[in-house]
């Protein structure tokens, strides 16, 4: 899956443990979730079409189960930031280009 800068940057930041001066894209809409009582569950990136990748957001509000399509650079970054897990459907193994048993490989979490 290739990403752009920004998108890096923004998965990068909370994995390098580096706490900006002001609060990115994403840590803003963790901090608003978390002020109206929303919680993010998981990430599972679903697909794999014409070499655009899909994937959904899973997220509680007052018990009730949400989802949202999102891109998978940006879900991952919720989830880092989240701590919780990131997930990818078999048929998105299957569909992408990567060789069995290649870091990313079917089956493997990322």
Do not use: C, W
């Given at each position: 899956?290739?990403?752009?800068?920004?998108?890096?940057?923004?998965?990068?930041?909370?994995?390098?443990?580096?706490?900006?001066?002001?609060?990115?894209?994403?840590?803003?809409?963790?901090?608003?979730?978390?002020?109206?009582?929303?919680?993010?569950?998981?990430?599972?990136?679903?697909?794999l079409?014409?070499?655009?990748?899909?994937?959904?957001?899973?997220?509680?509000?007052?018990g009730a189960?949400?989802?949202?399509?999102?891109?998978?650079?940006?879900?991952?970054?919720?989830?880092?930031?989240?701590?919780?897990?990131?997930?990818?459907?078999?048929?998105v193994?299957?569909?992408?280009?990567?060789?069995?048993?290649?870091?990313?490989?079917?089956?493997?979490?990322?």
């Amino acid at each position: 899956m290739g990403i752009g800068a920004a998108e890096a940057t923004a998965i990068a930041v909370p994995l390098e443990n580096i706490t900006p001066p002001r609060p990115l894209t994403h840590d803003l809409f963790l901090t608003l979730f978390g002020r109206l009582k929303v919680q993010v569950t998981k990430v599972v990136i679903t697909d794999l079409r014409n070499n655009t990748y899909y994937a959904t957001v899973y997220l509680t509000a007052g018990g009730a189960p949400m989802e949202l399509d999102s891109r998978p650079s940006d879900a991952i970054a919720l989830a880092i930031r989240a701590k919780v897990p990131v997930f990818a459907e078999e048929r998105v193994f299957e569909k992408s280009d990567r060789p069995p048993g290649s870091p990313g490989g079917p089956g493997e979490r990322i």
